[in-house]
């Protein structure tokens, strides 16, 4: 009878075995991976999910909680009564023409909505940071850059400043009057300077945040085509320019806006998102973003893409052509204002550049070795 070895693993080799070398030695066995399935690749990517249901998701996401919340920020700031009225007067008077809904462009309003749209549009980057594991700050607003806010605010300040004097100068802007006094001028300017601060964060967290960057990736395969030895700025302007399209559709509701107050709205988005390329972060275009508005809604009481504020510091009227008064629609209707963007990009050109995103999908864990028992 044949004498069995003292190990059980010292078995004879067996050519036709082949997990004979496994049981030979004490070598790392790494199984070959598996190819991904079909349903796989139809959800993921080399970058991890394909950006068009990130996308997807986010848009649904995002635009159910907007509508939530202005419909939660009229109620609270007690403005329901305001539709309510108007929708009364339409029942009332059904041969009439239907007017546009009407509610007072008030700070406490826009606080509340685009607080909200604000603390939306974090929770939902926070939950695609954690399902695509990179790290929030990947989306525009991480490190803080104290320079950039206060810059951006600086020059918001001073740009539209500039376009409301050459304005008021060609006579294509009258002041009539100073309207509000005393401390209201510190209150509804506080008041008006919170709620611009947060439609800034909102509206480029929302446009320049997480989609900015998951669209960027979604068109890596096409900007290597036109690209390939740098794909990343074409990838990124691509991103940009369409969704500064979509920034300017965002503003079609607003009374007042026109056709070149569109085109308007179109360019700021470019200018924001070349903030964003050039610092790597959000923070120079929250801050121009919100004294451009804060300045042509309180500070000089114009209209802001057709908006008229509630406790503006004075009241005005434009006259003459609207090409160049920019109409109902503010300054930002005005051909002057597209030179006003315009600096802003050669400013912008001089910035500290700051770290761009990695645009990779973070490595994951090393898979589990398997290892003989061989002593």
């Known amino acids: 009878?044949?004498?069995?070895?003292?190990?059980?693993?010292?078995?004879?080799?067996?050519?036709?075995?082949?997990?004979?070398?496994?049981a030979e030695s004490p070598l790392t066995y790494d199984p070959k991976p598996v190819p991904p399935s079909a349903t796989h690749q139809i959800f993921f990517g080399r970058f991890g999910m394909r950006a068009g249901w990130g996308i997807a998701i986010f848009i649904v996401c995002w635009l159910l909680f907007s509508i939530l919340g202005q419909i939660f920020a009229v109620g609270a700031t007690g403005h329901m009564h305001e539709v309510m009225a108007q929708r009364a007067y339409v029942q009332a008077h059904p041969n009439m023409?239907?007017?546009?809904?009407?509610?007072?462009?008030?700070?406490?309003?826009?606080?509340?909505?685009?607080?909200?749209?604000?603390?939306?549009t974090l929770g939902l980057c926070w939950f695609f940071s954690r399902g695509e594991r990179r790290p929030l700050r990947a989306y525009g607003i991480g490190t803080y850059r104290v320079s950039d806010v206060i810059g951006g605010g600086i020059w918001g300040v001073i740009l539209m400043?500039?376009?409301?004097?050459?304005?008021?100068?060609?006579?294509?802007l009258v002041f009539d009057s100073q309207n509000v006094h005393g401390v209201a001028i510190f209150t509804y300017g506080a008041g008006w300077l919170l709620?611009?601060?947060l439609v800034g964060f909102a509206e480029e967290y929302g446009f320049r945040g997480y989609i900015q960057y998951t669209?960027?990736?979604?068109?890596?395969g096409l900007a290597e085509k036109i690209s390939a030895n740098n794909p990343r700025p074409v990838a990124f302007w691509i991103a940009a320019t369409t969704l500064s399209l979509l920034f300017a559709c965002a503003h079609l509701g607003n009374?007042?806006?026109?056709?070149?107050?569109?085109?308007?709205?179109?360019?700021?988005g470019i200018v924001l998102a070349y903030g964003l390329w050039k610092t790597g972060s959000l923070w120079w275009s929250i801050g121009f973003h919100c004294t451009w508005d804060w300045s042509q809604s309180f500070l000089y009481g114009v209209a802001d893409s057709g908006n008229i504020s509630v406790g503006r510091?004075?009241?005005?009227?434009?006259?003459?052509?609207a090409i160049l008064s920019g109409g109902a629609d503010g300054p930002e209707g005005s051909i002057l204002s597209?030179?006003?963007?315009?600096?802003?990009?050669?400013?912008?050109?001089?910035?500290?550049?700051?770290?761009?995103?990695?645009?990779?999908?973070a490595p994951k864990p090393e898979p589990t070795k398997f290892h003989s028992a061989v002593a």
């Open 1 to 22: 009878m044949e004498e069995m070895p003292e190990n059980d693993y010292a078995q004879p080799t067996d050519t036709t075995n082949p997990f004979a070398s496994i």
């Open 97 to 120: 023409p239907k007017p546009k809904l009407h509610i007072d462009f008030t700070p406490t309003l826009v606080i509340v909505a685009d607080g909200l749209a604000f603390l939306a």
């Open 161 to 172: 400043s500039a376009l409301v004097f050459v304005l008021k100068s060609i006579h294509v």
């Open 195 to 197: 709620a611009f601060l």
């Open 215 to 220: 669209l960027m990736r979604g068109v890596w």
């Open 255 to 268: 009374g007042g806006e026109n056709i070149y107050g569109l085109l308007q709205v179109f360019l700021a």
């Open 313 to 321: 510091l004075f009241i005005t009227h434009p006259q003459g052509k």
């Open 338 to 361: 597209t030179v006003a963007l315009l600096i802003a990009m050669v400013v912008i050109y001089f910035l500290k550049p700051g770290v761009q995103p990695a645009i990779e999908q």
